[in-house]
């Protein structure tokens, strides 16, 4: 059974429940989301240049779902049956409705996520994301917009959902930093509502 912790912040707060499915069933299907994903390297801009994303992503969602973020369009793939129980799952465990997912396999402590807020158009004026982890742990860091100073570094564990509510995402920013240590592969897995 899935344990739930609310994390109070200054000015808005996460959810963050430990244990979501059995250890067989999160081991099973990070065995299954490594091996069936269609697991992508993108490449993005940043100051002219064209860089390897240091990650691989795809995204699978409803038809018609699209999402553009670093100067690109990215169209949804239909959803697996895997990815769409969990899905349900995750929308009864929160209470809120999803029509796509932005999955991200971190190979190793090497690939990351820099600073960002999800706040694209298309997810709306109060986008309520839930992220689900597999794998390796690793640290989820929080600072508040247009500020530096981290303030907090959330370990985010294999088998466990993050939920950032409405408000959230124009308050905070969040990022996944390289990590020292030689990690393992991590899946995240950010459910989401797009308007399109
Ligand atoms: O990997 C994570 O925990 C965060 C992923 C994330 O922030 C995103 O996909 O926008
Ligand atoms: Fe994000």
């Known amino acids: 059974m899935a344990t739930k912790h609310l994390i109070q912040l200054d000015d808005s707060y996460i959810e963050y429940y430990r244990n979501l499915l ?5 081991q099973a299907l990070y065995r299954t989301l490594n091996e ?37 369009t990215f169209i949804a793939t239909p959803w697996t049956d895997t990815l769409a129980k969990l899905k349900h799952l995750i929308s009864s465990q929160t209470g809120y409705p999803f029509n ?20 694209e158009p298309e997810l709306g004026q109060n986008p309520v994301i839930a992220s689900f982890s597999l794998g390796e ?12 100073k981290q303030c907090l570094s959330l370990p985010l564990e294999h088998n466990s959902l993050l939920l950032m509510p409405e408000g959230f995402q124009s308050l905070y ?18 459910f989401r509502m797009f308007y399109n």
């Open 22 to 26: 059995s250890n067989t069933q999160a």
């Open 36 to 72: 069936t994903l269609d697991w992508q390297q993108e490449h993005i801009q940043i100051f002219g240049k064209t860089i390897a994303s240091p990650r691989l992503q795809c995204f699978y969602g409803d038809l018609d779902v699209a999402y553009r973020y670093s100067g690109r």
């Open 100 to 119: 796509g997912v932005l999955c991200n396999l971190y190979r190793n402590g090497q690939d990351a996520m820099g600073w960002h807020s999800d706040n």
């Open 137 to 148: 742990t690793r640290n989820f860091s929080l600072r508040k917009t247009k500020h530096t």
């Open 173 to 190: 920013q969040h990022a996944v930093s390289r990590s020292k240590k030689n990690n393992d592969a991590r899946i995240n897995l950010t």
